[in-house]
Nanobody, 122 residues
Framework: QVQLVDSGGGLVQAGGSLRLSCAAS?????????VGWYRQAPGKQRELVTT?????????????SYADSVRGRFSISRDFAKNMLYLQMNSLKPEDTAVYYC?????????WGQGTQVTVSS
């Protein structure tokens, strides 16, 4: 049974930075086809923030995509040795306030973390 646990959220002022972390058990980030982060703001639908999709035959290659609203400010990374997924968020804006979820998609299905709250004050 794959479980994802995300953490690292908090309250930060506009212009600040946070790094979110996602730990996996029962599976490995190196084996999933696609991993990434989504977010959901109050009253809004869950939206894609960033994903990395495996390309070719090597687990270390990947195609990264970002939502236009975060491109240039957010960065996704993976640490296969620690089996961790990260989201570095810089130059945060009040509109980045949301619950952030890590996700991993493999052959057996799609998995989600429980979510971590990010609040950006103006």
């Amino acid at each position: 049974q794959v479980q994802l646990v995300d953490s690292g959220g908090g309250l930060v002022q506009a212009g600040g930075s946070l790094r979110l972390s996602c730990a996996a058990s029962g599976g490995y980030f190196s084996s999933f086809n696609t991993v990434g982060w989504y977010r959901q703001a109050p009253g809004k639908q869950r939206e894609l923030v960033t994903t990395v999709s495996r390309t070719g035959t090597t687990n270390y290659a990947g195609t990264t995509s970002y939502a236009d609203s975060v491109r240039g400010r957010f960065s996704i990374s993976r640490d296969f040795a620690k089996n961790m997924l990260y989201l570095q968020m810089n130059s945060l804006k009040p509109e980045d306030t949301a619950v952030y979820y890590c996700t991993a998609q493999g052959r057996a299905g799609t998995y989600w973390g429980q979510g971590t709250q990010v609040t950006v004050s103006s």
